[in-house]
């Protein structure tokens, strides 16, 4: 059985289809990553499937129990994080955890060895107000009450937006941790680069799954030629190369420009037609999962 | 004029005993594209009111667009742009009324915003949308338009607090383009952004620990030097060794 299982779950707010027809399954033990823009869906998905909103169409299932028919059990055995900090301001630390043990008639002591790896780092200001907390600590203590209940499944909802590089790093080293103990965790990112630390993806955009597989076999599927462009006016190169024959598209992308071709593009043509800017380079490089998005995202 | 667009010298400042910046020093020159980088917490932003000329600093001095940052705040306010992901324009005003708002915040004159609101409407694409209320709005508009109205005024210099959060990657690069394009129009650039990716776009690159700035260079050069084959690599390395926390 899979730990959640979703078939042509569709949600619409007035005339915007938030969802739209999406179907997949996640394994059991997974950490699985949802990749998207403002506007994907990501949110809405995850409010269907901790049975906080109804489909309009098509179901799901969390371990074998209905989102709709079965919410009460489901709501037992799901934990959630949503995107914006939900634990109560004036409540502490301490309080804020008790709450919600008490909430799912758990102990704080039953759950400790589950907690203890991200709960160790904020226990030291267990009497400070959730609301006084740094933007790090807060998500560390979201993230210790969402586990209170030991869980099944997580939901995690843009855990990292906002975060700085190195607390994002250390947010899914956690989460590998957590995998190691079973739990099946479903979390959003609207940052491409954090797509390697999941099992599989599912790249989303406008309430639709453009594609899902594991992070190495979605860049393998990319085919077209791709080269890292550089030269000395960046922005006239942008211009330039778009212009060039056999140019399907060109984007910035870091300190290079990315360059698209199609099997009208000669390497040697291109140069000469670009003979005016000084210092340019071009080689190829290999297509990360932002290359494939965009690639995805034009079609 | 000079080609020195920001210049500050042992810039510090102190709230009590906590010194949030701690005597910075770095000159960005006109139409750079300057990354200024930390870990939150850092002092970024309590550098950043500084230069904007929101905050005073405790000691050292600076000069952005020409003017003290000490003394001139009021005349910096009027010479540079600014926009942040958190506020940038009024959800509840139309686009129209968000660019006059600005416009003449920026004094500039009736006849001069009819002109820039045209140009900029066009250059958008927004004309259909000119009566729309802005907080219905696609974010990756919302965002292109902030950008616009925060350089409505052609200002010396335009400070970007995390522009582009949550954005999809096409829209992202669009925002890029319009960046690279002011900047090469002779506008410079101050931006910060937790993307690493987004470092590289930049001329060069200021990464701050613990209130001061410990590195300073171009992309490639701190790759080279930090034996790095990213930026995300550079930044882990140097912002893992901070002693304060957020």
Redesign the interface.
């Known amino acids: 059985m899979y730990a959640v299982e979703i078939n042509s779950l569709s949600k619409s707010f007035g005339k915007t289809k938030a969802l739209d027809s999406v179907t997949f399954a996640v394994e059991r033990g997974e950490l699985f990553g949802l990749i998207g823009p403002d506007g994907a869906g990501k949110t809405t998905l995850f409010r269907l499937l901790t049975t906080l909103l109804n489909p309009d169409n098509g179901s799901a299932t969390i371990d074998g129990f209905d989102i709709v028919k079965d919410y009460h059990t489901i709501r037992s055995r799901v934990g959630y994080m949503p995107g914006r900090f939900s634990l109560y301001p004036d409540l502490t630390v301490e309080e804020n955890l008790n709450f919600f043990a008490a909430l799912f008639g758990v102990t704080v002591e039953e759950s400790y060895d589950l907690i203890a790896p991200i709960y160790s780092h904020i226990e030291p200001f267990r009497t400070r107000r959730a609301g006084k907390l740094s933007g790090g600590m807060k998500q560390k203590l979201a993230l210790s009450c969402a586990l209170i209940h030991r869980p099944s499944v997580l939901f995690l909802d843009e855990p990292t937006t906002g975060v700085d590089a190195v607390s994002r790093c250390e947010f899914w080293d956690m989460l590998s941790e957590l995998k190691t103990k079973g739990i099946t965790i479903l979390a959003s990112t609207p940052y491409m680069d954090e797509a390697s630390r999941c099992d599989r993806i599912a790249l989303c955009d406008k309430g639709h799954i453009l594609d899902i597989n594991t992070p190495q076999d979605i860049v393998n599927k990319y085919d077209s030629n791709l080269y890292a462009i550089n030269a000395d006016n960046m922005f006239n190169l942008l211009e330039a190369s778009r212009k060039a024959t056999g140019v399907i598209e060109c984007y910035p992308f870091g300190e290079s420009h990315h360059l698209v071709t199609n099997e009208e593009f000669d390497l040697n043509h291109y140069k000469e037609e670009l003979g005016d800017f000084k210092n340019l380079t071009i080689t190829p490089t290999a297509p990360t999962i932002e290359d494939m998005f965009i690639k995805l995202m034009k079609r | 004029m000079s080609d020195i667009v920001i210049s500050v010298h042992n810039l510090t400042k102190r709230f009590g005993n906590f010194t949030a910046v701690d005597h910075i020093t770095f000159d960005v020159q006109r139409g750079e594209i300057f990354g200024f980088l930390?870990?939150?917490?850092a002092g970024k932003t309590t550098a950043m009111r500084m230069l904007c000329g929101l905050s005073y600093p405790t000691s050292g001095s600076g000069n952005v667009a020409g003017f003290d940052i000490m003394h001139e705040g009021e005349q910096i306010k009027r010479h540079i742009g600014y926009m942040s992901q958190r506020f940038s324009l009024y959800n509840e005003l139309t686009v129209s009324e968000n660019i006059n708002l600005f416009a003449g915040i920026y004094g500039l004159s009736k006849k001069e915003t009819t002109k820039r609101a045209t140009q900029l409407l066009e250059r958008l694409n927004l004309h259909s949308e000119r009566n729309t209320l802005v907080k219905s709005l696609?974010?990756?508009w919302k965002q292109k338009l902030s950008f616009s109205i925060a350089t409505i005024h052609n200002p010396e210099v335009v400070f970007l607090d995390?522009p582009t959060?949550?954005?999809?990657?096409?829209?992202r690069?669009q925002f890029?383009?319009m960046i690279?394009?002011t900047?090469?129009n002779g506008t410079t650039i101050f931006v910060t952004t937790?993307?690493?990716?987004?470092a590289?776009?930049c001329s060069r690159v200021s990464i701050m620990v613990d209130g001061e700035i410990r590195a300073l260079d171009t992309?490639?050069n701190l790759k080279q030097k930090f034996n790095a084959m990213t930026?995300?690599d550079v930044?882990?390395t140097l912002?893992?060794g901070?002693k304060r926390?957020?």
């Open positions: 930390g870990a939150n917490g696609p974010l990756g995390e959060g949550g954005v999809d990657p096409v829209t690069r890029w383009e690279y394009e900047a090469n937790h993307y690493m990716d987004e590289e776009y992309p490639t930026m995300d930044f882990r912002a893992r901070a926390g957020e």
